[in-house]
């Protein structure tokens, strides 16, 4: 398994920016597809956004799509999410994640999850 560590919450005000980075250690991070998901208080987990391993395909849920930036550099390890034009709705602890899959959407398929980071928007 691949270790994860999610850093760059933090809190921000509507209309804002954020970036989110995860570090990965142990495995080569190069053979992993990543995504992040996010939890708000009182919800489940949903997906935000995934790349595949080379980070030639992205993919987004319809509420972050043209808002988010999901990207990745496999010399260090590391995805990004870069979040533009951020609403009090976006706000929720976000999770980085890992899966041997060539890409899924698919939260029951990520083997390798971070510890998460908090992102707070304030109206």
């Known amino acids: 398994q691949v270790q994860l560590v999610e850093s760059g919450g933090g809190l921000v005000q509507a209309g804002g920016s954020l970036r989110l980075s995860c570090a990965a250690s142990g495995r080569t991070f190069s053979s992993y597809a990543m995504g992040w998901f996010r939890q708000a208080p009182g919800k489940e987990r949903e997906f935000v956004a995934a790349?595949?391993?080379?980070?030639?395909?992205?993919y987004y849920a319809d509420s972050v799509k043209g808002r988010f930036t999901i990207s990745r550099d496999n010399a260090k390890n590391t995805v990004y999410l870069q979040m533009n034009s951020l609403k009090p709705e976006d706000a929720a602890v976000y999770y980085c994640a890992a899966t041997e899959l060539v890409v899924t959407l698919r939260e029951a398929d990520f083997g390798s999850w971070g510890q998460g980071t908090q992102v707070t928007v304030s109206s």
């Open positions: 790349i595949s391993w080379s980070g030639g395909s992205t």
